[in-house]
């Protein structure tokens, strides 16, 4: 029996505009610690490594512009205090990116499996796709905490495609990040890069890509044919 072919995605940047809640529960953490705020542009640079990496470079950038005399912070307390703002408004700003609801019942009535593989943790990401209405759709969620690892560790990508009993060479992760197209590239899967995302910098020559959320079905269907 042939395995279902599987679309993995990304979360932040890919299907979810999270920037607004993460750049509110940023400066609700600097505020507490008596640290300059970071704008929403500053902030986004920062999204796609996890809780504690988003923290820690929100937290060295804010004591960057105090300079001397600056706090020294305990960056795992202070990770954990980041979940307490952020746990309760996972979605009081954040949406869906245009399109995504829509392209991700598109890729299912077309007989795809979708998976999510983030290195928000797997409580969160959950939560968000419940309030957003779009949870019944996936077939595994692969969080940061879920395994030993997380992207751009393939294993994080390969654990998430076993979750949903598929396999690499019939997967396809999309994303918009370095630790997104490394951990496909790791894994043996195909990349499709997310354009419309937080990324910094274009994906790897000849890698393929979309402009929005509506041009994904197409693409996934010439690079993974049924």
Known sequence: ?????????????TLLDSLPDLGECCRELLAFYGLPALSDTVIR????RGVAVLVS??????????????????????SARFMTLY??????LSRLFPGAEETLRTLRAAGWELAVCTNKPEAAAREILRDLNVADLFVAVGGGDSFAV???????????????????????????????W?????????????????????????QWQAGSMAEVPARL??????
Request: net charge negative.
């Open 87 to 92: 746990m309760p408004r996972l979605t009081r």
């Open 221 to 226: 269907e010439t690079m993974l044919p049924g």
């Open 182 to 206: 490394q951990a496909a590239e790791g894994a043996g899967c195909q990349f499709l890069y997310a354009a419309w995302g937080y990324g910094q910098k274009p994906p790897e020559e000849g």
């Open 1 to 13: 029996m042939t395995v279902r072919r599987l679309a993995v995605f990304d979360m932040d940047g």
């Open 57 to 78: 470079k929100a937290l060295a950038a804010a004591r960057g512009l105090v300079g001397e005399g600056a706090p020294v912070i305990d960056e795992a307390e202070a």
């Open 45 to 48: 640079t920062m999204i796609g």
């Open 150 to 180: 997380k992207k751009p560790d393939p294993a994080h990508l390969l654990g998430t495609i076993a979750m949903a009993h598929g396999q690499p060479g019939r997967s396809v992760m999309v994303g918009d990040m370095p630790p997104d």
